[in-house]
């Protein structure tokens, strides 16, 4: 169930407040879009907790590192995904899973995307580097075995769209009705993720009520939860535009993320 969730936690960070991307590829770039960033900032903190009712099966996190990285010549974030199992549950199925990518500066698309799952017995490491200008991905695997694969324009992995689309999108443009959809290569192929904004909407967390915008998330193919399950998100009606509340309905009740820690928001996350 903890997988579930954080996957799911993944694919909607990915989807919130963002417009189609990923065209097909037209003359090879020369530059790169430039984007003000006014959203997000170094030392960003989120933390989630995946519970099922008043059980804590475990939290996902999302961090912008201090240090800043170099590649293909550009200033990069360093941004890390965390998710991982209550060590009271640990002995059941022990999962210490994290996602990084490293994202220009300048023009929020990744230039890098690693991978490493380690999920009970089962452990994995993948990395894939991408290049803007020619729309191809490097996927080296775990056997360090390198395959290039064509990509569309801009393309993003999981982590770097959430923050691409944050940065280029306001809540306030939204309307109920309206469909979301992006493009990400994650695993060796592109794939599409479509949400509809159902509500304006209020949620408890911990005690406070938010305002938010209320989202039901449709997933086809995208290597994430594919077995028809009805999963809803609720995203802060705000500047700072940050998942506050997940849920994944089960065969019995349903399986849900908060939003219980964050630190060095750009804006402070309002409670009414």
């Not at 009712?53 to 890390?80: K, S």
């Amino acid at each position: 169930m903890v997988r579930r969730i954080y996957l799911v936690l993944i694919g909607i960070c990915l989807l919130s407040f963002t417009g189609r991307g990923g065209f097909p590829p037209g003359p090879l770039q020369e530059e790169l879009p430039s984007i003000d960033n006014h959203t997000f900032r170094q030392g960003e903190f989120l933390k989630y907790r995946i519970h099922y009712g008043f059980i804590t099966a475990g939290f996902a996190t999302l961090e912008v590192m201090p240090e800043r990285y170099l590649l293909q010549d550009r200033v990069c974030w360093h941004i890390v995904g965390k998710g991982y199992t209550h060590p009271g549950y640990d002995w059941i199925y022990k999962i210490r899973d994290q996602y990084e990518t490293y994202i220009d500066r300048e023009s929020l698309l990744s230039w890098r995307f690693n991978r490493h799952i380690r999920e009970g017995g089962f452990e994995n490491y993948t990395e894939t580097y991408f290049n803007h200008y020619t729309y191809k991905a490097e996927y080296i695997n775990e056997w360090k075995q390198i395959t290039v694969y064509d990509v569309p324009a801009n393309i993003q992995d999981v982590i770097s769209a959430f923050y691409h689309a944050r940065t280029t999108h306001t809540a306030a443009d939204m309307k109920v009705g309206d469909k979301i959809s992006l493009r990400n290569f994650l695993d060796r192929k592109t794939f599409d993720l479509e949400a509809e904004m159902l509500a304006r909407d209020t949620v408890k967390i911990g005690g406070m009520s938010y305002k938010t915008l209320k989202f039901n998330l449709l997933i086809e193919e995208a290597g994430l939860i594919t077995d028809g399950s009805k999963i809803q998100f609720w995203i802060s009606d705000d500047h700072n535009k940050v998942p506050l509340r997940i849920k994944s309905d089960l065969m019995i009740g349903s399986l849900k993320a908060d939003l219980i820690e964050w630190d060095n928001l750009m804006y402070e996350l309002r409670a009414l």
